[in-house]
């Protein structure tokens, strides 16, 4: 099966040029991450339910994630 999604700095580029100003991402992702980066685009980061308990655990474990 292929994949056919734009890059995220592309994916970027369309909600700047398109005005949207929201994002969520389902799973962290470094290079989306970057891409976000200076553009003032609010982002809403999903954390799965074993890490959440990870990082709930200690501010330690937030900072180190």
Do not use: C, F, H
């Amino acid at each position: 099966m292929g994949n056919n999604l734009p890059p995220p700095a592309e994916v970027i580029d369309i909600y700047r040029s398109k005005g949207i100003q929201q994002m969520r991402l389902y799973a962290p992702n470094e290079t989306a991450l970057r891409a976000l980066g200076g553009t003032n685009i609010k982002l809403l980061l999903d954390v799965s339910n074993p890490k959440l308990e990870y990082l709930a655990a200690s501010q330690a474990n937030a900072d180190r994630w």
